[in-house]
């Protein structure tokens, strides 16, 4: 099985309960925010994507926050359900440089039956 | 769906072979990238390409070479391969600006 997931931190929720994911980023440059979720054996999938001009954006059952004070992100998964059970990543890129995406190092989300 | 396929999903290679490692996508865009992702360390940069021929090295590119002769193809190459090259190998594209990448769907590479 994938065993990237090994040594990342672990969120375990309820099924049902909200779920809310953290990333500390690094470039105050930065501009522009993805969140990916990875299931095991698969390639990194996009969820949900916020720009440096706004503060908050959702989507279906997803709600990215963004505090550029503190460069920190947030995911927020509303009423969790099994298949939201995968790693999440978060990534920064810069409009000012050559677009390259840097990830973080990831978070497992585990949802309990 | 925009589509970015890589040739192998797991590949067994020997030390001291060259190894070629294919990505394509569909969607003409513009920017292509190479990540290595292992437990803890998450995706580092390899290499990425903003059109074709065009290349830059991204923060661990020691051991590999890139080559990108068409737009929809980019290709990694690990000249010699070491067993520490045994990793997970992502391809992704992007239109570039503010907008997502797009990734395959991995090729697990195990160099014995």
């Known amino acids: 099985g994938e065993s990237v997931g090994l040594h990342l931190p672990t969120l375990s929720v309820q099924e049902g309960d909200n779920s809310i994911i953290n990333c500390a980023y690094s470039?105050?440059?930065?501009?522009?925010f993805i969140w990916y979720k990875q299931e095991s054996g698969k390639g990194p999938q996009f969820i949900i994507d916020i720009r440096s001009n706004m503060d908050k954006r959702q989507g279906q059952r997803v709600t990215v926050l963004l505090n550029k004070t503190v460069k920190h992100l947030s995911l927020q998964i509303a009423a969790t359900q099994p298949g939201d059970s995968a790693v999440y990543f978060c990534a920064e890129s810069s409009t000012s440089g050559t677009y390259k995406y840097i990830f973080g190092t990831g978070t497992r989300l585990k949802v309990l039956a | 769906d925009v589509k970015v396929t890589q040739s192998s999903r797991y590949l067994v290679k020997r030390t001291g072979e060259k190894v070629f490692l294919e990505c394509v996508q569909d969607m003409d865009h513009e920017n292509m990238f190479w990540y290595r992702q292992d437990p803890g360390l998450g995706l580092r940069l390899i290499y990425f390409s903003y059109d074709v021929k065009m290349k830059e090295k991204g923060d661990i590119p020691e051991g590999y070479s890139v080559s990108r002769e068409k737009k929809e193809r980019f290709s990694l190459i690990l000249e010699s391969a070491s067993t520490n090259q045994t990793s997970m190998y992502l391809c992704?594209?992007?239109?570039?600006?503010?907008?997502?990448?797009?990734f395959g769907q991995g090729t697990r590479l195990t160099v014995v």
């Open positions: 992704a594209s992007s239109f570039g600006g503010l907008t997502e990448a797009f």
């Open positions: 470039n105050s440059a930065s501009d522009y």
